[in-house]
């Protein structure tokens, strides 16, 4: 699976941004995919992750203001970021993964982006 995210920039904060992650490789349906960020000097830490069925899971820090969705048809997977805070300035990743994974499992996952950098002032 290879992954390239895209989307990311500059926005004041309460902006906001949809960041895009297109698949290609195996077959995404049945794949369970996930965003993160790493901002620097800390962890890389989940977001959101939906699954094959349309499931989604978010980590309590974004809860209400992003979503996750996917448009199989296109082989892409969106995170709709609104009433972005300076705090959630950091590199954004896409990641994939044959099997559901928590959020905070992020070793875990298989397939990994390149990231798109969200940068909130």
């Known amino acids: 699976v290879q992954l390239v995210e895209s989307g990311g920039g500059s926005v004041q904060a309460g902006g906001s941004l949809r960041l895009s992650c297109a698949a290609s490789g195996r077959t995404f349906g049945s794949y369970c995919m996930g965003w993160f960020r790493q901002a620097p000097g800390k962890e890389r830490e989940g977001v959101a992750a939906i699954v094959d069925d349309g499931y989604t899971y978010y980590a309590d820090s974004v809860m209400g203001r992003f979503t996750i969705s996917k448009d199989s048809a296109k082989n892409t997977v969106y995170l709709q970021v609104n009433s972005l805070k300076p705090e959630d300035t950091a590199m954004y990743y896409c990641?994939?993964?044959?099997?559901?994974?928590?959020?905070?499992?992020?070793?875990?996952?298989?397939?990994w982006g390149q990231g798109t950098q969200v940068t909130v002032s």
């Open positions: 990641a994939a993964d044959p099997n559901q994974k928590p959020l905070t499992w992020v070793l875990s996952w298989g397939y």
